[in-house]
């Protein structure tokens, strides 16, 4: 699958001239836009193909329920049922398929015609549909007897899917998505037989070598057709795969000019009359390729009423992309077409970009481990929902003795750790009785103790507050936290800076805070002078920079 290369984001590290070193930059926790957006590209810069894509984590059902709704689908029950049916074995024509006399009772066989009265020819072409992909699945052998014969045989995977074995269903729904998904993006041959330049009276060498040429060039067009087709399905159901993952439980149905947008309108801008033309053009080819899939249990999928073309014929152009991009109501989104992800079809998706190289987590994967291999999960992936991790860490372990490995598993100056500490304070901030007495215990601690007695006093403990020294080592920890999570996101950074308790003295506060014996000392005051609108205090927290550095360089 390729990865999808509209409206993706540079995520280079670094955050501009004063960012922590490319190693130290943590982008943890973004939203949505941070993700897929296309703030901040120069597109002029780098090959959009070179450009790294971040695929959210995902919840899958257990691989028993997604077998089971993969069995449900009914052309894969059909080739099973089909396959089973052939024992112990089936004869079959020269090409494999079904001969003559056994298409109307293998319709029969599978509910497509009655037990009694003509076969319908719609019935005929099902069954040999699923017959196909019974052979193309390898749930039958074909071969040929010492008579002659070309018989069918079922092979053992046949028994396995009728148990319903996860893993034997799951690979030939997986198999089966693959062949359709190729198939829903084949392009009509081109008539190259038709009369040419090379027909008719006098026609001789040159007019073959220009028939060669235009068959050469007719078919290099449906190569390049069906190569722009697949991509663009592969873009659709990767746009599909994120937005599914961050929709809220029965919100996952997106309308088909919705998704159309999202693969031509870049980020942050207004669709002008061009965008919307490309609009409908697209929700036009998307919409029988998802009908085929909808066919395997891939998507659920409402296709383009096909009266809104007939409206369009009488003078309304562009309607479906005007449509989409403004607010029609629920019943004229719906006739411009709608498509859901299933959760089949988010475990398809997923093996397609895990079998393509990128990374696809799964929802609880850091979860896996201890307390100290959740956290530096959770700092060195860009791609994970920290508080989704978190609370599937803790639902497996009782509340104290996880809170506990969390502070433990917190401590340490390497360039993770205020992250480390941000991520346990968010943790613990609630999770209530059990939380508040792993903090009591920690109140003493250098690196915890400040962060300790935060929480513990926000929580209405009464607790002394931090003492100086650990209060502003509790300052940079904080911050710098903030601005690796952040990557230099500069609105939550100018907040931050704003919310620092600078007296009418700055150069007494920065006196001490240059002096504080963090790693990130220098360059949270390197961003304090960067960021804050007071020129008198960023002049003197660039001062304090230059200390910190000097000390740091002393060091």
């Not at 984001?9 to 930059?25: C, V």
């Not at 039958?140 to 014969?149: H, K, M, S």
């Not at 190729?182 to 040159?206: K, S, Y």
């Not at 506060?509 to 960023?538: C, I, K, M, Q, S």
């Amino acid at each position: 699958m390729a990865g999808r290369r509209r409206n993706t984001p540079d995520h280079s590290a670094g955050a501009g001239p004063q960012a922590a070193p490319a190693e130290s930059l943590l982008p943890a926790d973004y939203d949505l836009a941070e993700l897929y957006g296309a703030g901040g590209r120069d597109e002029d810069d780098e090959d959009l193909d070179d450009t790294a894509v971040l695929v959210p984590p995902i919840a899958l059902p257990p691989e028993a329920e997604l077998a089971a709704a993969a069995l449900a689908v009914p052309l894969i029950a059909r080739a099973v049922a089909l396959a089973r049916w052939a024992a112990p074995h089936r004869v079959v024509d020269e090409f494999g398929d079904l001969v003559e006399d056994d298409r109307g009772p293998a319709a029969r066989l599978i509910g497509l015609a009655p037990e009694e009265g003509e076969v319908s020819e719609e019935a005929v072409v099902e069954v040999l549909r699923a017959w196909s992909l019974a052979c193309d699945l390898d749930l039958v052998e074909l071969g040929t007897t010492q008579a002659g014969e070309h018989v069918a045989v079922p092979m053992e995977e046949v028994a396995d899917a009728e148990a319903g074995d996860p893993s034997t269903v799951l690979d030939l729904w997986l198999t089966a998505a693959g062949i359709v998904r190729e198939l829903a993006v084949d392009t009509d041959l081109l008539d190259i037989e038709g009369e040419g330049p090379g027909e008719g009276a006098g026609a001789g060498a040159a007019g073959d070598a220009d028939d060669e040429d235009a068959a050469e060039s007719a078919l290099a067009e449906v190569e390049e057709a069906s190569e722009a087709a697949a991509e663009l399905l592969d873009e659709a159901l990767q746009v599909l795969y994120e937005l599914t993952a961050f929709a809220e439980p029965g919100e996952e149905t997106v309308p088909l000019g919705v998704l159309a947008a999202l693969l031509v309108v870049p980020e942050g801008e207004e669709p002008d009359e061009e965008m919307l033309g490309q609009i409908t053009d697209l929700m036009v080819e998307l919409d029988p390729m998802l009908a085929d899939l909808a066919e395997l249990g891939l998507v659920e999928h409402r296709p383009i009423d096909p009266e809104l073309f007939e409206e369009e014929e009488e003078g309304e152009e562009a309607a479906p992309a005007a449509e989409a991009a403004g607010e029609p109501d629920e019943e004229d989104t719906a006739r411009f077409g709608l498509v859901r992800l299933t959760p089949l079809g988010q475990y398809g998706v997923r093996e397609w970009l895990l079998a393509d190289g990128y990374d696809a987590p799964l929802i609880g994967d850091l979860a896996q481990g201890d307390a100290a291999a959740l956290l530096r999960g959770l700092a060195e992936s860009p791609n994970v929902l920290p508080d989704r991790e978190i609370q599937v860490w803790l639902a497996r372990r009782e509340p104290l003795d996880g809170a506990r490995d969390l502070l433990a598993a917190s401590r340490g100056l390497d360039a993770h750790s205020p992250v480390r500490r941000m991520f346990t304070a968010a943790a613990l901030d609630d999770l209530g009785e059990a939380g508040d007495t792993a903090l009591t215990e920690v109140v003493d601690d250098p690196e915890l103790g400040g962060l300790a007695r935060e929480l513990l006093r926000s929580h209405g403990h009464d607790v002394a507050a931090a003492e100086r020294p650990v209060a502003l080592w509790r300052t940079v920890d904080h911050f710098s936290a903030v601005l690796l999570v952040g990557r230099g996101d500069a609105g939550q950074l100018r907040e931050l800076v704003a919310g620092l308790p600078v007296t009418d003295n700055p150069a007494s506060y920065f006196g001490e805070l240059w002096r504080v014996p963090h790693p990130y000392t220098a360059l949270v005051l390197d961003t304090v002078g960067e960021l804050h609108t007071d020129r008198a205090v960023a002049k003197e927290a660039r001062k304090a920079a230059f200390k910190a550095k000097s000390q740091q360089g002393n060091g």
